[in-house]
């Protein structure tokens, strides 16, 4: 996993709040923020404790220090007195949706603390559980699976499912309604109740494996808080225009980009060309984990009939593209083919 499975959350797991909830970074935030806010010096021992908190403390162990000087040097941007050149950043970049995130935090930093305090997190995790069980249209949610921790601090407006637990940026919970609060909570809880039924040894065998696991992960559960459409989510939900616009442009080329995806699997398959160069073709057009591929598909299924087949096999990444091509009245110019190639890579990972 040396280029596809690059995040930008990086997260080791420890328990508090009822081994549900960890706010710890969120508090050391605001304890930071407090002093910055202040004119005051913020200490060594303040930034070991941001340091070791349990979402950041990954941040300052990892190789170079990138995200917790991202951090760390935008809270001394936004509420202190660091000046920095906004307009030497790109739109899209980290640095750039850390600082709108922290200048959206500045706006409405007593609310947001008040937030903290006064909000039912527990609350929120049942109801998105429950709203995770409506979406698969079960009687119950497996009691086998093992639900990770929510632990949420101040990056960028996202939320990662990550091995040991979910992370989740607190502004965006706290500008979200409750209902899309619920709706996002439950998305990322079907990553991790799908992981309970993937087959992790075909999905981390190799990058392409990756890529083509993760579309169908991506795609269906995007239908959980994203049915309104890319531009009407990350516009007025996560509030980013640039996202939108992004967003938007790859959803609009998601068929061509399907075809791609065949063209350049084939080409592997027939040992045309290698596994690396297999990869850096597909990284032109997997962008962002697959999602806008994997709506677009997933789209195509609900619109034909299939939705209830789909969620069926919402685990098994080659009856994800079946569907699609069943979708498209086999008009789509996948070809059994393709879907053979599939069917062969992952039968015996999925009887």
Same mark, same amino acid.
């Given at each position: 996993?040396?280029?596809?499975?690059?995040?930008?959350?990086?997260?080791?797991?420890?328990?508090?709040?009822?081994?549900?909830?960890?706010?710890?970074?969120?508090?050391?935030?605001?304890?930071?923020a407090?002093?910055?806010?202040?004119?005051?010096?913020?200490?060594?021992?303040?930034?070991?404790?941001?340091?070791?908190?349990?979402?950041?403390?990954?941040?300052?162990?990892?190789?170079?220090?990138?995200?917790?000087?991202?951090?760390?040097?935008?809270?001394?941007?936004?509420?202190?007195?660091?000046?920095r050149?906004?307009?030497?950043?790109?739109?899209?970049?980290?640095?750039?949706l850390?600082?709108?995130?922290?200048?959206?935090?500045?706006?409405?930093?007593?609310?947001?603390?008040?937030?903290?305090?006064?909000?039912?997190?527990?609350?929120?995790?049942?109801?998105?559980?429950?709203?995770?069980?409506?979406?698969l249209?079960?009687?119950?949610?497996?009691t086998?699976?093992?639900?990770?921790?929510?632990?949420?601090?101040?990056?960028?407006?996202?939320?990662?499912?990550?091995?040991?637990?979910?992370v #989740?940026?607190?502004?965006?919970?706290?500008?979200?309604?409750?209902?899309?609060?619920?709706?996002?909570?439950?998305?990322?809880?079907?990553?991790?109740?799908?992981?309970?039924?993937?087959?992790?040894?075909?999905?981390?065998?190799?990058?392409?494996?990756?890529?083509?696991?993760?579309?169908?992960?991506?795609?269906?559960?995007?239908?959980?808080?994203?049915?309104?459409?890319?531009?009407?989510?990350?516009?007025?939900?996560?509030?980013?225009?640039?996202?939108?616009?992004?967003?938007?442009?790859?959803?609009?080329?998601?068929?061509?980009?399907?075809?791609?995806?065949?063209?350049?699997?084939?080409?592997?398959?027939d040992?045309?060309?290698?596994?690396?160069?297999?990869?850096?073709?597909?990284?032109? #057009?997997?962008?962002?984990?697959?999602?806008?591929?994997?709506?677009?598909m997933?789209?195509?299924?609900?619109?034909?009939?299939?939705?209830?087949?789909? #969620?069926?096999?919402?685990?098994?990444?080659?009856?994800f593209?079946?569907?699609?091509?069943?979708?498209?009245n086999?008009?789509s110019?996948?070809?059994?083919?393709?879907?053979?190639?599939?069917?062969?890579?992952?039968?015996?990972?999925?009887?």
């Amino acid at each position: 996993m040396k280029k596809i499975l690059v995040i930008l959350f990086l997260i080791k797991c420890s328990f508090s709040f009822a081994q549900n909830v960890d706010l710890t970074s969120v508090d050391e935030f605001f304890k930071i923020a407090d002093c910055l806010k202040n004119g005051k010096e913020v200490s060594t021992e303040q930034w070991h404790q941001f340091d070791s908190s349990a979402a950041y403390s990954i941040f300052s162990n990892y190789k170079d220090n990138r995200i917790s000087n991202i951090v760390k040097s935008t809270m001394q941007s936004v509420f202190g007195d660091l000046n920095r050149d906004k307009e030497s950043e790109n739109l899209i970049s980290l640095e750039s949706l850390v600082r709108t995130n922290y200048e959206e935090i500045n706006e409405n930093y007593l609310k947001i603390k008040e937030f903290r305090h006064s909000y039912d997190f527990g609350l929120l995790i049942s109801n998105a559980k429950s709203r995770l069980q409506s979406f698969l249209g079960c009687d119950s949610l497996d009691t086998s699976v093992k639900w990770k921790p929510v632990y949420f601090l101040f990056l960028s407006a996202d939320g990662k499912d990550m091995d040991d637990a979910l992370v #989740i940026d607190f502004n965006l919970i706290y500008k979200m309604t409750e209902e899309q609060r619920i709706n996002f909570l439950a998305h990322e809880f079907f990553h991790v109740y799908r992981g309970h039924f993937e087959n992790h040894e075909f999905n981390y065998a190799n990058d392409i494996n990756f890529a083509i696991d993760m579309i169908a992960n991506e795609g269906i559960a995007d239908q959980i808080d994203k049915y309104m459409g890319y531009r009407e989510y990350y516009s007025n939900i996560i509030g980013s225009k640039e996202l939108a616009e992004e967003f938007v442009s790859l959803y609009s080329k998601a068929e061509q980009d399907i075809i791609t995806l065949q063209t350049i699997l084939l080409q592997y398959a027939d040992k045309q060309i290698d596994k690396n160069t297999c990869i850096d073709k597909l990284l032109e #057009i997997y962008k962002y984990n697959g999602h806008a591929l994997g709506f677009y598909m997933s789209n195509q299924i609900i619109k034909a009939g299939l939705r209830d087949e789909m #969620i069926k096999e919402f685990h098994n990444p080659y009856e994800f593209y079946r569907l699609y091509l069943l979708a498209t009245n086999n008009t789509s110019p996948l070809s059994n083919e393709f879907l053979n190639f599939l069917k062969k890579a992952t039968e015996q990972y999925y009887k």
